[in-house]
C-alpha cells in the first residue's frame, strides 16, 4: 500500500524492533477503512493504540530476519524453511502466557523473547542484540585441488584472516579471525577452497536497553537440526530461570551459560 511522505517519516521514528508489527497494523487498519494510501492520521491512531492497549498486540516472542531468499547477496545457507521452523518453536512454548505470570503489570513489547536470524555474518537483523541470534556460517577449509597461488581468496576476505605465498602448499586460514562468511571459497577458481562444516553460529543474552548488552556467542557451528534443538534449550533455560519476566541477558549475568543443557553431541569449529 501506499504512505503518503509525512508517514512514511513519522514510522521511521518507531523503535526498529516493532517496526514491522506497526507498519503492518496500520496497513491492515488503513485497508479495513477502505483507504488508498497510509496517511499520518492512520499513524497518530495507530501510535494511540499501541501506548493504551499495547499488551494486546503482544505475542510473547519476536522473530526478526534479513533479507532470506528474497535477495540477500551474500546468503550462506539454503534454508527456506528454518525460520518456520524457529517460530513453531516458538509459539509451541507460550511466551506470552508465560511473561503474563512472572510480569507484574501489563506486557509491552520489550518483554517478547527475540529471536534474530542473519543469513550472513554483515547481520542485518541485529542478532547480537537479540535474546538469540543465529548467524550462518559455512567453515572454509583445504580440498584436494592444488593452490594456483592467484590470491584471490586473500583478497575476497575483509577480515585479513587467509595468506596466500609462494612456496606454501595451500592457503592458511586463521581460525580466530574467520567468520565464516564462505566468500574466500566463491572466490577461489580451483576449488582449492571449499566449504567443510555449513550451519549455524548461536549467540545469546543480547539486549538494549537501560543495561545494553553484547550477546555471549557459544562454542561450536550447530547444523539446523542442532540449531533447532539448541534454542529449545535456551527456551528451556530461560524459562526454568526466570523470575520476573527479566530478559534472557540477565539470566545470563546471573546464573552463567553453563546452566543450558548441553547438546548429546555439540559441534565445534
Sequence with gaps: MRWTKSAEEAIAKVPFFVRKRVRKKIEAEAEAAAATEVTLDHVHAAKQHFLKKMEEDVQGYRLEHCFGSGGCPNRILDQNDFPQRIEEILKKSDLKSFLESKVNG?????HEFGVSLADCPNA??????????IIAAAVPVVGANDCTHCGLCADACQEKAITVAEGMDAPVIDATACVFCGQCVKAC?????????????????????????????LKGIFAPSEAL?????????????????ERLGEIVERVGVEKIAPLDAASTK
Excluded: W
Design 106 to 110: 501489563p506486557l509491552k513489547f520489550h
Design 124 to 133: 542485518c537483523s541485529r542478532p547480537q542484540i537479540a535474546d538469540v541470534g
Design 189 to 217: 577458481p580451483n576449488e582449492t577452497l571449499v566449504r567443510g562444516k555449513e550451519g549455524f553460529r548461536i549467540m545469546i543474552g543480547g539486549k538494549l536497553g537501560r543495561r545494553p548488552r553484547l550477546a555471549t556467542e
Design 229 to 245: 534443538q539448541l534454542l529449545e534449550r535456551i527456551l528451556d533455560f530461560y524459562v526454568s530461570h526466570n523470575q520476573q519476566g
